[in-house]
């Protein structure tokens, strides 16, 4: 791929697709980790004289249709905060954007626009007429062939891959293909079956793997532990124990639970049960945290490891009372000496939440495409990007 640095930006409109789709409630941000994620990008582009165009997608809003709980506005005012400069932003922007030197202009969302989820070519054109650069550094929607992330790198004069999309490829790279021994992953979350895939790929790569959460709970099932009324998918019984079964002729040791917090639901009367052993849980009670044990046994297995990938948490964190477990795991990843990678929505909230971010060693912005990586499958906006490069 082309980069940044190998093209002339002076006094070029450069158009970058970043990911600012961040958490807002009632328009206040309420995470604001991808937009400081592209401040790199724009100070290099800055220093360089361009003329800067930012697009980028907030939310799921219905295609083409305005929705204002939706609008970019108030990423530009967050964003011009952090830049240290003035940020206009453009509501109506496809008929082209004038742009000045060192200027920075954030047009608002792309999925306002008709045809952009299907990446239709027509608005991708309309997308690389406004620049004489494109740049693709929106490494968290790599994974959807869409116009503004696949369909302008077609037709854009000049297409690169922009330094963040490139710090998490090279992190990506640096924990699947050469990682210092042992290689532990936790994968957390509440379903199987939003991560089998990646289950797969990994038992083969892995030294140790640690499962929480729901996946957590299917697991225990499957080597009949009791787990009482915790979500589970029993469907999945068997695939799990075939996974275990994988692991152990791969020499990989499957970590789950020996203790939790329990309760028979989320009202504050429920948040009275002890940690317990899962041979005492009862038919009513749910897991919704791991207890002491548990996370000692994390922490001992972290502090000798070489490489972690993390990707869920293993407990309802959003709540103080089921969080701790995912706090231990947090501070005992930061703690540890290993190279860290993490990943995922929940995980970077779990991230802010316990204060850890500067003692891990990358925190990638992606989700699905984090997650589509290390599944091996191919991300489109990477791929076109490679293509683009070839015929250059």
């Not at 360089?48 to 970019?72: D, M, Q, V, W």
């Not at 996946?215 to 225990?220: D, K, R």
């Not at 152990?248 to 002890?274: C, Q, W, Y």
Request: hydrophobic letters at 45%; charged letters at 25%.
């Amino acid at each position: 791929m082309l980069t940044l640095k190998e093209i002339k930006l002076d006094d070029q409109r450069v158009l970058i697709r970043v990911d600012l789709n961040v958490p807002l409630q009632e328009g206040k941000i309420l995470n604001d980790f991808r937009i400081r994620a592209i401040l790199p990008t724009l100070e290099y582009c800055l220093k360089k004289n361009a003329r800067i165009i930012l697009i980028s997608h907030l939310g799921r809003p219905a295609e083409g249709e305005y929705t204002a709980a939706f609008s970019l506005k108030p990423i530009a005012v967050r964003l011009a905060e952090l830049i240290k400069q003035p940020v206009r932003f453009v509501p109506d922007w496809l008929g082209g954007v004038a742009v000045a030197k060192k200027e920075i202009v954030l047009c608002e969302n792309v999925r306002f626009n008709l045809g952009e989820e299907k990446n239709d070519a027509k608005l991708a054109k309309r997308m690389a007429a406004l620049c004489d650069v494109f740049v693709m550094d929106a490494f968290a929607t790599a994974h959807r062939a869409q116009a503004s992330t696949v369909g302008v790198a077609q037709f854009a004069p000049i297409v690169v891959a922009g330094p963040l999309l490139i710090a998490e490829l090279n992190a990506l790279h640096h924990v699947l293909d050469n990682p210092k021994r042992p290689l532990v992953a936790i994968v957390g979350g509440s379903k199987v079956s939003g991560k089998l895939q990646i289950l797969k790929t990994l038992i083969p790569r892995v030294d140790t793997l640690i499962v929480g959460g729901g996946i957590a709970n299917t697991f225990l099932a499957a080597i009949g532990q009791p787990i009482g009324d915790s979500l589970h998918e029993p469907s999945l019984i068997p695939v799990a124990k075939e996974l275990i079964e994988f692991a152990r002729g791969r020499g990989v040791n499957v970590i789950m639970p020996s203790d939790a917090i329990v309760a028979t639901g989320l009202l504050e009367t429920d948040f009275k049960h002890p940690i317990i052993h899962f041979r005492d849980i009862k038919k009513n009670e749910k897991i919704f945290d791991v207890g002491k044990a548990t996370s000692r046994a994390y922490e001992a297995i972290l502090q000798k490891a070489g490489t972690i990938i993390w990707n869920g948490p293993i407990g309802i964190f959003e709540m103080d009372a089921f969080g701790e477990g995912t706090r231990a795991l947090a501070k005992a990843i930061a703690a540890s000496s290993a190279y860290a990678l993490a990943g995922g929505g929940e995980t970077l909230a779990a991230i802010e939440k316990y204060g850890v971010y500067k003692d891990i060693s990358y925190v990638s912005t992606g989700g699905g495409a984090f997650l589509e990586y290390i599944e091996g499958r191919v991300l489109p906006a990477v791929a076109i990007l490679e293509e683009r490069a070839k015929k250059r």
